[in-house]
């Protein structure tokens, strides 16, 4: 079974991006590459730069992880990524 992770991308302007993968370094390449893979928000808004990267589990936890995120404010994101231990308590119910 494949282990899926999360991470968070930030563009050149500063904004995140939030997504899921199985494999978080081929994921980063093809957003990188602006190419046919790479996610249509990140386009354009280079220089890309992995900021934060965790292992999920299976498919259906790292969506509920990446949703959780994406919920978060953004001082809570810059949080997570400045203390990514305190997942938890930073997302809260969201893993449950």
């Known amino acids: 079974m494949a282990r899926w992770h999360v991470y968070m991308i930030r563009c050149g302007k500063g904004t995140l991006y939030t997504g899921i993968t199985t494999d978080v370094e081929r994921r980063f390449a093809e957003h990188q590459s602006s190419g046919p893979r790479a996610a249509r928000y990140l386009k354009g808004r280079g220089p890309l730069r992995l900021v934060f990267s965790v292992e999920a589990g ?3 936890a790292a969506l509920r992880l990446e949703r959780g995120i994406k919920r978060l404010s953004k001082a809570r994101k810059e949080l997570l990524i400045r203390h ?3 997942l938890r308590k930073i997302i809260g119910t969201a893993l449950a």
């Open 58 to 60: 299976d498919r259906a």
């Open 84 to 86: 990514p231990e305190s």
